[in-house]
């Protein structure tokens, strides 16, 4: 979208934002269609339909700019698995809609997924470490079960950082193989991998029933 | 001097054991040999230093002590000598796992006795682990295909564990309850790896094995076979 015409509607952050989002979005569809390492500044600018300058006024280079769309998506996800958790009253209810919003979002922004858990790996070390604290991101999340655990204090210390990998590893093997319209549907299998070390495989079950 | 693998030093597996400088007067099967293993330790030894993108053929050949030639006879580049590396490697572990498995006779010890090799290799090799485990995923397509299939092979020792369950624990267990085992396990040793814990790993054992072992046998039992 460009500036209208004319008077000056828009403040200069707004715009500024906005560029940001348009070139972040241009860098994961480029990535998902040829692959990271192939995909360079021309490429992105293209696509975002800016003028080269625009790029580099917002990013000092394409490994910026992939660090910056690793961010976005993990702060968008984020806000949406947050925003589906807190619409729920227990523990295992907000889990369980956090982590079909969390689904839904891989879903529904396939660019930005492949870019974030599969190319992300492979980009350089800033990248795999941006990586890294994504995942530890949900960690917090879950670890609120113990609260509502019989067992709580004696789970593993590395209980959560186990099943967010877990979780991430089974999505990135769905889109590796070209099977990412199944994603959603793995929500079951998921929610019943997360909860059953707080609650038990029954009380997981039941949860599971449930969706 | 003659060359006995026995002097070879123990942090390095045989096979990736240095050939000491100078004259030996070894069969020439053996040397070819031995260059292509001494080769595939020194690009080991030069992607833990630098990375894999920062490595070169120089690096790779000043690590094993042989001619660029020489690099060349046995690989067309950096790529394939990375393929070889990981390949080898992950063979290794694959063997130590196997073994430390078959020893046992119950199925939730052998899946403890594999962890536990698995972190031992892992944390008696840094440089290899590493290599296996991290620099993989940027050496390429070709490598993160075998990195990926290589994480696989591991799904057939839990899914073992289904064999002989109650119809109402195997109701419970999913298509993808082993991948996401497996893959929780591998991240979160990855994640200590490139943390630079690789030393450290062994202290994960009764974490992982009480992870692993509870959706077929229930926490408590996990627990019990975790602490040994």
Not at chain 1, 145 to 170: K, M, N
Not at chain 2, 36 to 64: C, F, S
Not at chain 2, 131 to 149: F, I, K, Q, S, T
């Amino acid at each position: 979208m460009r500036p209208p015409p004319g008077r000056q509607r828009l403040s200069r952050e707004f715009i500024a934002r906005h560029q940001r989002a348009r070139i972040v979005a241009a860098l994961a569809e480029e990535t998902m269609d040829r692959g990271y390492r192939a995909v360079t500044v021309a490429d992105i600018v293209r696509r975002a339909g800016i003028a080269r300058n625009t790029f580099y006024d917002n990013f000092s280079s394409k490994e910026d700019c992939f660090l910056a769309t690793q961010d976005f998506a993990v702060e968008e996800s984020l806000a949406r698995v947050l925003e589906a958790a807190a619409a729920e009253e227990d523990w295992e209810a907000r889990t369980v809609a956090g982590l079909g919003a969390f689904l839904k979002y891989v879903s529904d922004e396939p660019a930005l997924a492949r870019t974030c858990i599969v190319e992300a790996l492979s980009a350089g070390d800033a990248a795999q470490e941006r990586y890294e604290q994504s995942l530890q991101a949900f960690v917090p999340l879950l670890r609120k079960g113990r609260e509502h655990s019989e067992h709580g204090d004696d789970l593993p210390e590395t209980l959560e950082e186990t099943i967010v990998g877990g979780i991430f590893w089974v999505i990135y093997q769905r889109i590796v193989l070209g099977e990412a319209e199944r994603i959603e549907s793995l929500l079951p299998d998921l929610v019943d991998f997360a909860l059953t070390p707080y609650i038990g495989a029954e009380s997981a079950q039941r949860a599971t029933a449930r969706l | 001097m003659s060359y006995d693998p026995a002097d070879a030093p123990a942090e390095y597996p045989p096979e990736l054991s240095r050939l000491p400088p100078g004259r030996h007067g070894l069969p020439r099967d053996f040397v070819v040999h031995n260059q292509r293993e001494r080769l595939i330790a020194g690009l080991a030894e030069a992607v833990a230093e630098k990375g894999y993108g920062g490595t070169t053929i120089a690096d790779i050949t000043r690590h094993a002590a042989v001619s660029r030639r020489t690099f060349y006879e046995h690989f067309e580049g950096k790529d394939e000598c990375f393929v070889a590396a990981f390949d080898t490697v992950t063979e290794q572990l694959r063997e130590r796992v196997e073994a430390a498995y078959e020893a046992e006779d119950e199925w939730s010890d052998g899946i403890r006795a594999g962890i536990g090799a698995m972190l031992t290799f892992l944390a008696s090799e840094p440089n290899l682990a590493r290599l296996a485990m991290v620099e993989a995923l940027v050496a390429g397509p070709v490598v993160v295909e075998r990195y990926d299939a290589s994480v696989q092979t591991f799904v057939p020792y839990l899914e073992a564990g289904r064999e002989g369950r109650p119809k109402k624990v195997l109701a419970r267990l999913s298509d993808s309850t082993e991948e996401a085992l497996v893959g929780g396990m591998v991240s979160l040793i990855s994640r200590r790896i490139v943390a630079g814990q690789a030393e450290e790993l062994e202290s994960l054992l009764p974490d992982l094995v009480e992870f692993t072992l509870a959706p077929y046998v229930g926490s408590d039992e996990a627990a019990r076979v975790a602490r040994g």
